[in-house]
């Protein structure tokens, strides 16, 4: 019997020791989509499910060493990027998605951890604005981060036309941070509102929610499904994942990236009184 293999999915993005966010979230992500993920690793962190402690970034030549080895013995099908750690790492993953300017490019671009910590030695909007935005499929800001994207903008649509103006085929904006009843994730693409996805706001914090977000919308483009329609089943599975997650630790939740499996084949039966 021949089994197909999956697309191959290479991300770059920071360690987390939670199992919540960067690295293992798009591992859990992709391979729950039925993708295989390439990972590599971009700064190790130290933090937990309330915030980053401490972080230090991989030298840049060694994250260059692990994406070529990925990109010239693998057959890549698209690259997710999130934490960068500083901006010559960003730089050097300009240049590698420049070269391979075939694959389609899902740029989540983390600046601060949840609790608003920087997440970058050094300023990254304007390597994010100037080397990155314009190499993009699609960028998935949350609101805050768009705002920081573009500070002269005075409205969500405006952030989201300038970054459009730069480069970026899709762009994403996520409605979490907004006090609004509805979650509201607005679509952005040809210098125009497309489409605006609503979904029911949830009670709970996500540790890793736009990582999440992010690496299913680079799984439905390495499987061929063209966006929106890849972005609105990404939105689907990570509000599934969100409202099947739990809390392990003292801080936020964390998505249950593998709700659709039954734990029941491997944990063993409980014992009955």
């Known amino acids: 019997m021949t089994i197909d293999a ?30 295989h993920p390439a990972p590599v690793v971009t700064a190790v962190t130290a933090q937990d499910t309330a915030d980053v402690k401490q972080f230090t970034p991989v030298d840049t030549g060694l994250v260059i060493a692990q994406a070529r080895a990925i990109l010239e013995d693998m057959p890549v099908a698209a690259i997710k990027t999130g934490m960068l ?49 314009p190499r993009a499929t699609l960028i998935t800001p949350n609101t805050l981060e768009a705002r920081a994207l573009a500070p002269g903008a005075d409205t969500v649509d405006a952030c989201a036309q300038e970054l459009l103006d730069l480069g970026s085929g899709y762009v994403l904006v996520t409605g979490t941070h907004e006090n609004t009843p509805e979650v509201s994730h607005r679509l952005y693409t040809d210098r125009r509102l497309v489409e605006t996805f609503s979904v029911e706001r949830l009670p709970a914090q996500y540790h890793g929610s736009g990582c999440t977000l992010a690496a299913a919308c680079a799984a439905a483009l390495a499987h061929g499904i063209g966006l929106p329609e890849g972005i609105n089943r990404a939105l689907n599975y990570t509000w599934q994942s969100l409202r099947h997650g739990y809390r392990l630790g003292m801080g936020q939740h964390l998505p249950n990236r ?16």
């Open 258 to 273: 593998l709700y659709w499996t039954d734990a029941s084949t491997i944990a063993p039966p409980k014992k009955r009184r």
């Open 6 to 35: 999956p697309p191959v999915v290479l991300v770059f993005a920071g360690s987390d020791p939670t199992g919540g966010a960067g690295i293992a979230a798009d591992i859990l992500t992709l391979a729950s989509l039925g993708c």
């Open 85 to 133: 750690g500083n901006p010559e790492i960003l730089a050097a993953v300009a240049t590698i998605a420049g070269q391979y300017a075939q694959l389609p490019l899902v740029v989540d671009p983390v600046l601060a951890s949840a609790a608003g910590n920087p997440l970058a030695e050094g300023p990254m909007e304007d390597a994010l604005r100037s080397l990155l935005v």
